[in-house]
């Protein structure tokens, strides 16, 4: 390779490692970012025969290199995969490595050209999907897929996958990313809170308002969020407004449609969550507080609403008192004019996992998610970290912990209505800076509604009009 090539790999690794390469694909969307061939070579890659036990052809004896998010599923589920995976290529050496800033400790190895088999893209400081797959710098996943599961008998893999799962990973037609964990987002309480108080969860805007009067009576902050990371309210806003105006509100968000952050349905919704904001229904100061700060002074009783996710009760486990028995519910009906009833919730497949397309031993990386995707594999993620996984049935006679059980049955109550959105999943920056930037201004009171609708639709025209980000399509 001749020196000038040399020279600007070093400087590009250098600058990925600084995080100067801080574009809309977090450093991988420009065209040399991701090293000098991007022509999908397969040479130096590791190959072995496919059979019948081994449908992928993985090399038995080739090394994994494997790199899991640290965060609030910790890593020992991970190794509990990677123990199966051992079992079935005893030769193959496995390489283990758990991090916290993904984007920080692996940019500069897929500006090298030499990225790990497999990664748990996920957390704070995540790499860009939408930009990953622009450059190419994903693995197709069908193969895996269309490989026979592991441990249930006569189905392909993507037979054995709750609906909605190969289609949260999908770009224009592509599976690219397995989202392996099914999060339900909605609003959490504590039952035993609630039951020791006598209250009971309302079910319409008229009557979470009465309720939170209450609970501010009895010396409690009806409310509590993630100040840092003010985004985790986007969501109730945008569910609210879905439920109001029906799912084209998330379409038309999804593919930057003009006015979508300023329709009629997310007017309402956004009028309505001012109301907590006026009459300080917010726990104070919680602006300031981080998403662990703000978690544990719900847990602690502080605050009796908190949106999340349904990772919240393993991330929380360290400190929620005995018998705390969080629980979650959708966000309440606007009124009687809503197009989808009450226990409409939003569920969908999250905690992405990614095989670089330059990963050296890419059948090994699909060859683990096939082990993860296992019965076997998704029973013990689920045991381990209180968490439902994307295998159909997984769950099914596991003793599960109270706020797992009532994510189930919302999932169970909600049926068909459930909703999702992705433009969080396409365009990350649109959610992770500028939504977030306008619902921290709005939470902490510093914009009115229309204010906070017209800074999000800002974001949402200014990615639209970037020619550098790749637009996607939702047509379901």
């Given at each position: ?7 600007r ?82 030769k ?27 990664v ?11 930009g ?90 009806p ?6 990371h003010p985004?985790?309210m986007s969501?109730p806003?945008i ?10 509100v ?28 006026k ?13 662990k ?70 059948r ?10 296992s ?36 999932l ?27 619902c ?37």
């Amino acid at each position: 390779m001749a020196q000038s090539d040399l020279n600007r790999r070093t400087v590009l690794r250098r600058a990925a490692a600084a995080g100067v390469l801080a574009g809309p694909a977090a450093g991988l969307l420009s065209s040399c970012a991701l090293g000098d061939d991007t022509s999908g070579d397969t040479s130096g890659k590791y190959e072995g025969t496919k059979t019948d036990k081994n449908p992928l052809g993985v090399k038995e004896d080739a090394p994994l290199d494997v790199v899991i998010f640290n965060g609030g599923f910790g890593e020992d589920y991970a190794k509990a995969h990677q123990a199966m995976y051992k079992e079935t290529y005893p030769k193959a050496e496995v390489k283990h490595s758990a991090v916290v800033e993904i984007n920080k400790e692996l940019q500069p190895r897929f500006v090298d050209g030499t990225p790990p088999d497999f990664v748990n893209n996920s957390g704070a400081g995540q790499i860009d999907l939408g930009g990953l797959v622009a450059q190419g710098a994903l693995a197709d996943l069908t193969p895996l897929l269309d490989a026979p599961s592991l441990d249930v008998p006569g189905k392909k893999v993507r037979e054995t996958l709750l609906p909605g799962t190969v289609e949260s990973g999908s770009f224009d037609g592509k599976t690219y990313v397995l989202n392996y964990a099914y999060t339900v987002y909605g609003i959490w309480y504590s039952d035993k809170l609630f039951k020791a108080k006598g209250w009971e969860y309302a079910k319409t805007w008229d009557e979470h308002i009465a309720l939170c009067k209450k609970i501010k009576a009895a010396g409690i902050a009806p409310w509590t969020y993630q100040g840092k990371h003010p985004r985790y309210m986007s969501w109730p806003v945008i569910s609210t407004a879905i439920k109001f105006g029906g799912p084209q509100v998330a379409m038309a968000i999804d593919n930057l449609e003009p006015n979508a952050w300023t329709s009629d349905a997310m007017k309402a919704a956004a009028e309505a969550w001012y109301q907590i904001v006026k009459d300080k229904y917010i726990l104070e100061g919680s602006p300031g507080l981080d998403h662990k700060q703000s978690q544990t002074e719900w847990c602690k009783g502080n605050a009796a609403f908190i949106s999340c996710g349904s990772w919240l009760e393993s991330e929380q486990k360290a400190v929620t008192p005995e018998g705390f028995n969080m629980a979650v519910a959708p966000t309440p009906s606007l009124g009687s004019g809503d197009k989808l009833p009450f226990a409409a919730i939003r569920g969908t497949a999250g905690e992405p996992f990614i095989v670089p397309a330059k990963a050296k031993n890419e059948r090994g990386g699909m060859e683990l998610m096939r082990h993860m995707l296992s019965m076997k594999g998704a029973k013990d993620f689920t045991g381990k970290v209180s968490s439902l996984s994307v295998v159909a049935g997984a769950a099914e006679g596991a003793t599960l912990p109270f706020g797992l059980t009532s994510a189930v049955k919302a999932l169970a109550d909600s049926g068909s209505n459930g909703f999702n959105w992705v433009y969080n999943v396409y365009y990350r920056k649109l959610e992770r800076e500028l939504v977030d930037a306008a619902c921290g201004e709005f939470f902490s009171g510093r914009t009115t509604p229309a204010e906070f609708l017209a800074a999000c639709q800002k974001g949402a025209d200014l990615i639209a009009a970037d020619t550098s980000f790749k637009k996607y399509k939702r047509s379901a």
